[in-house]
């Protein structure tokens, strides 16, 4: 019997047209488009806007991009999950909101949480499925409305984050291609350095917790960075050597959207060439889950089958991880 493995055989994305520029920004808290393009490397991000526009929203245009791409039928799928830090609302899922606007009805679906690691974290809980051999279509959408958690009084947070969405469409294959390997690392420590203070059960929304601005993304900018470059690319750099892989066998690093500095680490230490590494944070800043199929999406053009793609990325609570896939299509947009 052939081995079944999980291949992304289609990406899509979705973001909303309004752009909130660096200049904006200056106009709201104490910093310029030099600063913040010095320390990140963002000029803009793309915001949400309206009443009751939750992530559904971002999600369920990326997914239903996703279907009309592939002429699939919403019938036809078997699995969605969502990768989310910001849900419509506690329950339920936004991904079974985002199932129901899209008109998917055979699926069972569930959000997963990892923060800026969603996204790998997500994808391999749906190559478990797939490598079954019972799930034939699942789809796999990353999507935060970041903007929502975003402290525009906070100049050391405001300017990182954006809103969108990307979804992947995940399916069998017996071929040598597909999702090969994975590293996958949480250290519950690391909540303390990046976590949003109120809202949970631990600490309830309250008039109290409102005033002092505690539901917003609270981050110890130094610390998350010295933790986000040593661990992204470790683990890299790890899958790497785990797959007797040189820096010339790999096509692409896929890496998560936080800060260019990170990413320019972490493919130097996997001695990539900048032209090796999927690179869009100017555009769109951090979008959390969203970052790595937004990359994917921006790029699917470029890549052929066969070629070797690392994904890394790094989140609050903390986690990390590393996918080393062997891309399944070629692609012409």
């Given at each position: 019997?052939?081995?079944?493995?999980a291949?992304?055989?289609?990406?899509?994305?979705?973001?909303p047209?309004y752009?909130?520029?660096?200049?904006?920004?200056?106009?709201?808290?104490?910093?310029?488009?030099?600063?913040i393009?010095q320390?990140?490397?963002?000029?803009?991000?793309r915001?949400?806007?309206?009443?009751?526009?939750?992530?559904?929203?971002?999600?369920?245009e990326?997914?239903k991009?996703?279907l009309?791409?592939?002429g699939?039928?919403?019938?036809?799928v078997?699995?969605?999950?969502?990768?989310?830090v910001?849900?419509?609302?506690?329950?339920?899922a936004?991904?079974?909101i985002?199932?129901d606007?899209?008109?998917?009805k055979?699926?069972?679906?569930?959000d997963?949480?990892?923060?800026?690691?969603?996204f790998?974290?997500?994808?391999?809980?749906?190559?478990?499925?797939v490598?079954?051999?019972?799930y034939?279509?699942v789809v796999?959408?990353?999507a935060?409305?970041?903007?929502?958690?975003?402290?525009?009084t906070?100049?050391?947070?405001?300017?990182?984050?954006g809103?969108?969405?990307?979804?992947?469409?995940i399916?069998?294959?017996?071929?040598d291609?597909g999702?090969?390997?994975?590293?996958?690392?949480?250290?519950?420590?690391?909540?303390h350095?990046?976590?949003m203070?109120?809202?949970?059960?631990e600490r309830?929304?309250?008039?109290?917790?409102?005033?002092?601005?505690?539901?917003?993304?609270?981050?110890?900018?130094?610390?998350?960075?010295k933790?986000?470059?040593?661990?992204?690319?470790?683990?890299?750099v790890?899958?790497?050597?785990?797959?007797?892989?040189?820096?010339?066998?790999?096509?692409?690093l896929?890496?998560?959207?936080?800060?260019l500095?990170?990413i320019?680490?972490?493919?130097?230490r996997?001695g990539?060439?900048?032209?090796?590494?999927?690179?869009?944070?100017?555009?769109?800043?951090?979008t959390?889950?969203?970052t790595?199929?937004?990359?994917?999406w921006?790029?699917?053009?470029?890549?052929?089958k066969?070629?070797?793609?690392i994904?890394?990325?790094?989140?609050?609570?903390?986690?990390?991880?590393?996918?080393?896939?062997?891309?399944?299509?070629?692609?012409?947009k």
């Amino acid at each position: 019997m052939e081995k079944i493995r999980a291949a992304i055989t289609a990406v899509n994305a979705w973001f909303p047209e309004y752009r909130l520029t660096n200049d904006e920004l200056a106009t709201m808290v104490d910093t310029s488009d030099e600063w913040i393009m010095q320390r990140v490397g963002i000029r803009e991000r793309r915001i949400l806007k309206g009443e009751r526009q939750g992530t559904s929203v971002l999600g369920a245009e990326a997914v239903k991009g996703l279907l009309d791409k592939t002429g699939t039928d919403p019938s036809e799928v078997d699995l969605l999950i969502c990768a989310t830090v910001t849900p419509d609302m506690m329950f339920p899922a936004t991904a079974n909101i985002i199932s129901d606007k899209v008109g998917i009805k055979n699926a069972f679906s569930f959000d997963l949480n990892a923060a800026c690691s969603g996204f790998i974290f997500a994808l391999q809980t749906a190559v478990s499925y797939v490598e079954t051999g019972r799930y034939k279509k699942v789809v796999l959408v990353g999507a935060d409305k970041m903007s929502s958690i975003t402290d525009y009084t906070d100049r050391t947070t405001c300017a990182l984050f954006g809103d969108a969405a990307g979804a992947v469409l995940i399916e069998p294959t017996t071929d040598d291609t597909g999702i090969i390997d994975h590293l996958l690392h949480t250290d519950g420590s690391g909540r303390h350095h990046l976590h949003m203070k109120a809202g949970g059960s631990e600490r309830p929304a309250s008039h109290e917790t409102v005033d002092a601005r505690q539901h917003y993304v609270y981050q110890e900018g130094q610390t998350v960075f010295k933790f986000a470059v040593s661990k992204m690319a470790d683990v890299a750099v790890e899958l790497m050597k785990r797959n007797n892989l040189e820096s010339e066998d790999i096509a692409w690093l896929v890496p998560h959207q936080a800060n260019l500095r990170i990413i320019g680490a972490t493919g130097k230490r996997m001695g990539l060439d900048p032209s090796q590494i999927m690179i869009n944070i100017e555009n769109y800043g951090n979008t959390t889950a969203a970052t790595i199929p937004l990359c994917l999406w921006e790029y699917e053009n470029r890549m052929k089958k066969g070629d070797n793609i690392i994904l890394a990325a790094f989140g609050g609570g903390f986690t990390w991880g590393s996918v080393y896939i062997k891309w399944s299509y070629d692609t012409k947009k």
